[in-house]
């Protein structure tokens, strides 16, 4: 039986051609694609149902003022008062992923053909978005500094004779942040979803095996599903914060240098 | 020991980086606790920092679990 029933949990990344096949074709309407109009038609309809402009706010414009007021806040603290220029990226940023995250999380998976998409759970995806902030960085770094720019190599004080050895760390720690900031979205969605397929599949297989030990191991199955589920929840919001802080961090260094 | 069984078990190897990961995201937070409850009128302004050390200490734990599911698939 364990044979028979073999856990396939990388199968929800899976790309597939809702429009004809993958290979060969030039352009196919994909599953990731489909997900990622549905992820910016729910962000439309949260922000334009918010964007009437009421003199006294009802709930849905303050739910919106409430977001936007937060990563303003965020840009704000982190870059100063140039802070108000980059808003709009990091916005678009933090509520694609946030949005993005908790519609891979919808439990629409009930119905076999409505299974969510995680987009995030891309490499391609998440790391277009770094990419993109890593390009801000350069390009306002070099726009506002010139050549000075380099000087983020070379901390304040640096003693002469550490040079060789400071410069190329924080090269290296420099050319890495793209990287680090994509990877790490990326596998903590792909993490997650793991944990609750392979604990799901132990519930449905408890359950199948119809004897005592199934139904204890479906119980324990249950009350993980339901930690983990908490935990995605959880960590779904933290990745999104996380990549629009750091990607204001590195806003600020390319802003202030160091 | 044929090269499958070798697999898993360097797979089960580069999990425990996850649990070790795991010591310093609690490392992480019970300094930021401790700290806040100090001085707790500070603690709202370290909040970015507290995430920022979260983040590089999760990190650690996501490559080793990288590690592991490229050890499992690509190798």
Redesign the interface.
Known sequence: MAAASKIDP?HQFQIEGLSGQLSGAPFVFTNSALWMMIVLGAILLFMWGGMKREIVPGRWQAAVEGLVGFVTG?AM??IGKEGRAYVPWIFTVFVFILFSNYMGLMPFGIVEAAHPFTVTSQFTVTGLLAVISFGIVLIVGIAKHGLKFFSLFVPHGTPIGLMPLIVPIEIISFMVRPF?LA??LF??M??GHILVEVFGNFMVQGLNAHSALGVFVWAISFIFVLGVNALELLVCG?QA??FA??TS?YINDAVHLH | MDLAAAKVIGAGLAAIGVGVAAIGVGNVFSAFLEGALRNPSAADGQQ?RL??G??AA??LG??A??VA?IIL?AV
């Open positions: 990388m965020l603290t982190n680090s990877l790490r596998v903590a792909i993490a933290i914060y996380v802080l750091l961090l | 970015g995430f920022i979260f983040a999760e990190l996501l490559i679990f990288v599911i698939f």
